[in-house]
């Protein structure tokens, strides 16, 4: 084992924003014997206060679903790849023939743009000062977007994600990461979690063999796949539980904890 990459909501992060202790310790002791961290995750950058106020982390996050490589003690984004524009709206233009009642959103690496109807109020209120417009209107011609958002009520999100998803594969690699809303996130044509995190391992010169890989949602399924031992979590999505090779415990028993405190004691489980 010499590099964890970790999913963080539902797998080491709780709906309240808080990891256990016990979590933070088990990474502490990974850093201190030498194993490189990357937390991988759907969220954007503005969304990592929990590593920095809880973990301490000060290292590398692969955020947006692979899109953007973001060092947190700098606040800088290292790179990233964008969807293209064309090819964003033209996925659009088929999702909202499969399901008329669709609306967007749009992440990119300077903030967030949302279509009127995405957002209940409740959810509107903790976007500030943004404000609801068609994205053709609020998006310039050169905004790099990093995760294109698609949500609609009334769908279960796996039905909502098995009929798009072969739609508009030849645009956006399409995912879901929310267990109970009915809302997709694409990215760039083949682009996840895997493919950013690979490059990472290869940029500090780790084979996949070395690399313990923890998550719980389908957008975490290429890069349990890619990783030389991938968990998914005992309580996460029943199709990423089937695929993965190995399971953790629960998130609500502190599952990544005891799988790298058993590693770090040698034991395989």
């Given amino acids: ?29 990974c850093a201190d014997a030498g194993i490189a961290i990357v937390f991988v995750t759907g969220r954007p950058p503005r969304w990592l206060d929990p590593l920095r106020e809880q973990m301490g982390h000060t290292g590398t996050v692969i955020c ?21 524009l064309d090819g964003m709206f033209e996925a659009a233009g088929i999702i909202r023939g499969l399901y008329p009642a669709v609306h967007f959103a749009a992440e990119t690496e300077e903030g967030f743009h949302l279509e009127p109807g995405f957002l209940q109020d409740a959810g509107a209120d903790m976007l500030g000062a943004v404000t609801p417009k068609p994205l053709k209107d609020s998006l310039g011609g050169d ?5 294109f958002l698609a949500r609609v009520e009334g769908v279960h999100p796996d039905e909502f994600l098995n009929k798009v998803k072969p739609e508009v594969a030849h645009l956006v690699s399409t995912t879901h990461s929310a267990p109970s809303v009915p809302l997709l996130e694409m990215s760039a044509s083949g682009l996840d979690k895997s493919v950013t995190l690979a490059e990472y391992a290869r940029s ?66």
């Fill in 1 to 29: 084992m010499r590099l964890v990459a970790s999913d963080l909501d539902g797998t080491i992060l709780g709906p309240d924003n808080r990891i256990s202790d016990r979590t933070v310790n088990a990474f502490r002791k």
């Fill in 143 to 147: 905004a790099r977007v990093v995760k």
């Fill in 64 to 84: 947006s679903n692979g899109a953007i490589l973001y060092d947190v003690q700098s606040g800088e984004i290292l790179w990233s790849r964008p969807i293209g």
């Fill in 204 to 269: 500090l010169r780790i084979e996949a063999a070395d690399v313990v890989a923890f998550g719980d949602m389908p957008n975490d399924l290429g890069m349990l796949g890619w990783a030389g031992r991938g968990y998914a979590m005992a309580s996460g999505h029943p199709a990423v539980r089937a695929t993965a090779g190995h399971l953790a415990p629960p998130f609500a028993e502190d599952g990544v904890a005891q799988v790298l405190e058993d590693l770090l004691r040698g034991r395989q489980p």
